[in-house]
C-alpha cells in the first residue's frame, strides 16, 4: 500500500506526453500523445467506465471495458497497465496513468457529481451509445439483427420472420440505403397472406424513430399531406393503376419528384401539379404484377417464400409465443439496434478497390452492376466503424463485404437481373427455348405448375412485357422463351478472381495508409482462403453468415453491465 501511494502521489509529475481532456465523436475523454491514443470515460452511478482506443488506424479499442468504483483501482487495472507501457514506454506510463487519474478527478469534481447537459461522460444517452457503438465495431453485428428477426418484435402485435435468410437481411441493408449516398427501392411481391409486409414492418421497426412513413395506399393526398420530414416511404400496397394517378420521377439529389393531374375548379381545366418526395428510397409490396419500367429500373424486387414447411415453422412459433414459451427479442436490445442506425456517419463515400473485376461476372444491364455495387458499398458503410480509410477519408471495401453482397442479395439480384419474381421464374423456366419448335399453351402451363389459368395468362402478359417471352399469332397462342438464364450465384462466385480482388485490396491500402496493411491483411486474405466456413461457402454456398452463434442476443444483455 505504501509503495502504491508513493506511485499516485509521484504521477501527479508531469509526463513529457501530452495529456488533456478531449472529445471524439462527441464523447468526452482523454486525448494521449499527439492524436494517438484517447481514452474514454464514462460515470455510472458510483462506478466509472473506461476503455483506451489508438487513433492512427481508424478508430481501434486497445482494452476492453473497464470498470472500477474509485478513479485509484485504476492503478490496479494490468490491462491498462501493459497497454500504457507498450504505448508510453517504461518511463512515462504511471504519469500519464497518473494525470488521467487527475484530470478525471477534476471532471467530476467540475459537474458537483451531476448530470451535465451534453457531456458524454455523465450523458444519460451514453450507455446506450455505448452499447450501440460497441455493437457497430462486431463483427457479427448482422447475425445479431438476424436473431432479432427471428425472435420477433412487439409492434401492433407479435411479428417475425422466420426462414428468408437473405431476404430479410436484404431488407435491413436496404433500408439502411435511404440514408447513404446510394438509396435503393424495393418491391415485394407473393400472394396475400405470405408475410410481404410483415418483413417490411419487422425492418422499419428496427430503424430510428420517424425513419420512415407508412401509408396504406399510394395516392395524391398523401403526397402532400402529413409529415415530410422521413427517409424511406413504405407503400403497403401498390394499387393496380396507382402510376396512372401518380406519375413518380427520379429527383437530382436521389429523392422523388412526382407529377399529379389536377383539375382547376374554376376552368375546369386538368393541369399538371409537381412536388417532391423527401423519401429517397421507396419500398412497397403487390400481389398483382410488376411496377412500370420506369420505376422496375430502381427496384430490387424480391419474392416471399410460400413453401408449406415455412408456413408450419411459422404456425409453431405463433403457438410458442401463445403459450408463453418463446418471448420477443429484448426491447433495450432493440432500442440500441435503432441507436445503430442514428450513429452511422451518412456523408462517408466508400471506394470499391475491386470494382473493375467485377464488370465480366454477369451479363449485367445498364443498371444492376450499379445496384450490385451500390449494395457493397452499403455494406461497407454499414461497418464503417471496422474499416480502413483512404487519403480522401473514403470508406475502403474489403473482400469481405463483396462475399457478403453475394450471400444476402445474389437471390434477389439474380431475379432483379432477370427482371422476374419467383412465381414469373417458375413460368419462364417451363418455356420451350426454341420458338421455332413446339410451344406451349397457358392450360399446359397450368397443368404442368399446379397454378390456375388465370395467374398463368397474367405472368405470361408480364413476360412478354418485359421481353423474356414471345407468343404465336391466333389461337391457341404458344409461349416460348426468349432470353437466356443468368448464371447461379455459385457459378458466378467461382467466376471470381478472389486472388485479384484482394491484391487489389491492398495495393488500396499500401496507398492509402502503408502502416495499416500489416493489421488489415487478415480481414483482407483470411476470411477468403484461411476460414473453413468461408472456403466451403465458396465451394457450396452453404455456410459463411447464416451459420447461427451459440450465443443468443439475451445473453449477449449489452446494456446491463456494471
Known amino acids: 500500500m505504501e509503495s502504491q501511494a508513493y506511485m499516485i502521489d509521484d504521477a501527479l509529475s508531469t509526463p513529457s506526453i501530452r495529456v488533456e481532456p478531449s472529445t471524439m465523436r462527441g464523447e468526452w475523454g482523454i486525448s494521449i500523445g499527439e492524436e494517438e491514443l484517447f481514452l474514454r470515460a464514462e460515470r455510472r452511478r458510483e462506478k466509472w467506465r473506461m476503455r483506451l482506443y489508438a487513433l492512427w488506424e481508424g478508430i481501434k479499442p486497445l482494452t476492453p471495458w473497464i470498470t472500477v468504483r474509485s478513479l485509484e483501482e485504476l492503478w490496479a487495472s494490468e490491462t491498462l497497465r501493459a497497454v500504457l507501457i507498450q504505448e508510453c514506454g517504461e518511463d512515462e506510463w504511471w504519469k500519464v496513468l497518473g494525470r488521467v487519474v487527475d484530470l478525471l478527478r477534476r471532471e467530476s469534481a467540475s459537474t458537483s457529481m451531476g448530470f451535465e447537459e451534453g457531456r458524454g461522460i455523465f450523458n444519460p444517452e451514453s450507455e446506450v451509445d455505448s452499447a450501440a457503438r460497441e455493437l457497430l465495431q462486431d463483427p457479427n453485428f448482422l447475425n445479431y439483427v438476424r436473431e432479432v428477426y427471428e425472435q420477433g418484435v412487439e409492434i401492433d402485435q407479435y411479428r417475425f420472420v422466420l426462414g428468408e435468410q437473405d431476404a430479410k437481411l436484404l431488407v ?5 440505403s435511404a440514408k447513404t449516398r446510394w438509396p435503393q427501392s424495393l418491391w415485394v411481391t407473393g400472394d396475400s397472406g405470405y408475410g410481404k409486409s410483415n418483413i417490411i414492418r419487422v425492418t422499419l421497426h428496427l430503424m430510428p424513430e420517424g425513419y420512415a412513413k407508412v401509408v396504406s395506399y399510394f395516392t395524391p393526398g398523401a403526397l402532400r399531406h402529413g409529415r415530410q420530414n422521413y427517409s424511406l416511404l413504405f407503400i403497403e400496397e401498390w394499387r393496380s393503376g396507382l402510376e396512372q394517378d401518380v406519375r413518380l420521377l427520379s429527383g437530382e439529389d436521389g429523392c422523388y419528384r ?40 430502381r427496384c430490387w424486387i424480391l419474392s416471399v417464400d410460400e413453401s408449406e414447411e415455412l408456413t408450419q415453422a411459422i404456425n409453431l412459433q405463433k403457438a410458442l409465443y ?109 418455356l420451350p427455348e426454341n420458338s421455332e419448335g413446339i410451344g406451349k399453351t397457358t392450360k399446359e402451363l397450368s397443368l404442368e405448375l399446379k397454378i390456375s389459368q388465370s395467374c398463368v395468362r397474367t405472368y405470361l402478359a408480364d413476360l412478354k412485357t418485359l421481353g423474356y417471352a414471345v407468343s404465336s399469332e391466333g389461337r391457341p397462342k404458344y409461349y416460348w422463351k426468349s432470353a437466356q438464364v443468368l448464371n447461379s450465384a455459385q457459378s458466378i462466385i467461382k467466376q471470381i478472381k478472389w486472388q485479384e480482388i484482394a491484391s487489389l485490396t491492398e495495393k488500396a491500402l499500401e496507398k492509402a495508409s502503408p502502416e495499416s496493411v500489416e493489421f488489415y491483411r487478415d480481414h483482407i486474405w483470411g476470411p477468403l482462403y484461411t476460414s473453413p466456413e468461408i472456403r466451403h461457402f465458396l465451394e457450396t454456398h452453404e455456410t459463411g453468415l447464416f451459420l447461427k452463434k451459440e450465443e443468443k442476443i439475451s445473453e449477449i444483455n449489452l446494456l446491463k453491465r456494471n
Open 322 to 430: 401463445r403459450a408463453g414459451e418463446i418471448k420477443p427479442a429484448d426491447p433495450e436490445f432493440v432500442r440500441t439496434l435503432r441507436r445503430c442506425v442514428e450513429l452511422l456517419d451518412p456523408d462517408l463515400d466508400v471506394v470499391i478497390p475491386y470494382a473493375p473485376l467485377l464488370v465480366d461476372i454477369a451479363e449485367w444491364d445498364r443498371t444492376r452492376l450499379g445496384q450490385f455495387l451500390d449494395l457493397i458499398s452499403i455494406i461497407a458503410w454499414l461497418f464503417q466503424y471496422q474499416r480502413p480509410r483512404d487519403e480522401e477519408g473514403r470508406i475502403i471495401a474489403l473482400p469481405i463485404d463483396l462475399l457478403t453482397a453475394i450471400q444476402i442479395g445474389w437471390r434477389t439480384l439474380r431475379q432483379s437481373l432477370l427482371k422476374l419474381p419467383e412465381r414469373l421464374r417458375r413460368v419462364y423456366e417451363a
Open 258 to 297: 412526382y407529377e399529379i393531374a389536377v383539375r382547376d375548379p374554376k376552368t375546369g381545366e386538368w393541369t399538371t401539379q409537381t412536388g417532391e418526395i423527401p423519401a429517397k428510397s421507396i419500398f412497397t409490396t403487390s400481389a398483382e404484377g410488376l411496377p412500370s419500367p420506369q420505376l422496375l429500373r
Open 172 to 176: 435491413y441493408i436496404l433500408s439502411l
